[in-house]
């Protein structure tokens, strides 16, 4: 079991930066890999990023490639999501996800074990 605590929304210009941080409790979360999913108002779902249980093999959707780095940093039990380059179409509810296993099972693929609450970005045109 893992629980998931999203931090770091907020309201930013088009072109600014917010990095999301994850607080993750729980045993498993050492060996779980890790993402960021998002929803827009009267969209469906997307995965934004993955990345396995070691940090390594990380996934971007192509709509956030070159402009957001996710990572992790296993001794804090903290993921983060550097957005940079904001654009107002990345208005959403960010989600931290786990998966229980170690890898996501390929780029952009597969469901999350786990969900936080979500935490509301919004970028001003």
């Known amino acids: 079991q893992v629980q998931l605590v999203e931090s770091g929304g907020g309201l930013v210009q088009a072109g600014g930066s917010l990095r999301l941080s994850c607080a993750a409790s729980?045993?498993?979360?050492?060996?779980?890999?890790m993402g960021w999913f998002r929803q827009a108002p009267g969209k469906e779902r997307e995965i934004v990023a993955t990345?396995?249980?070691?940090?390594?093999?990380?996934y971007y959707a192509d709509f956030v490639k070159g402009r957001f780095t996710i990572s992790r940093d296993n001794a804090k039990s903290t993921v983060y999501l550097q957005m940079n380059s904001l654009k107002s179409e990345d208005t959403a509810v960010y989600f931290c996800v786990a998966k229980e296993t170690l890898r996501w099972p390929g780029p952009g693929l597969g469901e999350a074990d786990f969900w936080g609450q979500g935490t509301q970005v919004t970028v001003s045109s």
């Open positions: 729980g045993r498993t979360f050492r060996s779980s890999a």
């Open positions: 990345i396995d249980w070691r940090g390594f093999d990380p």
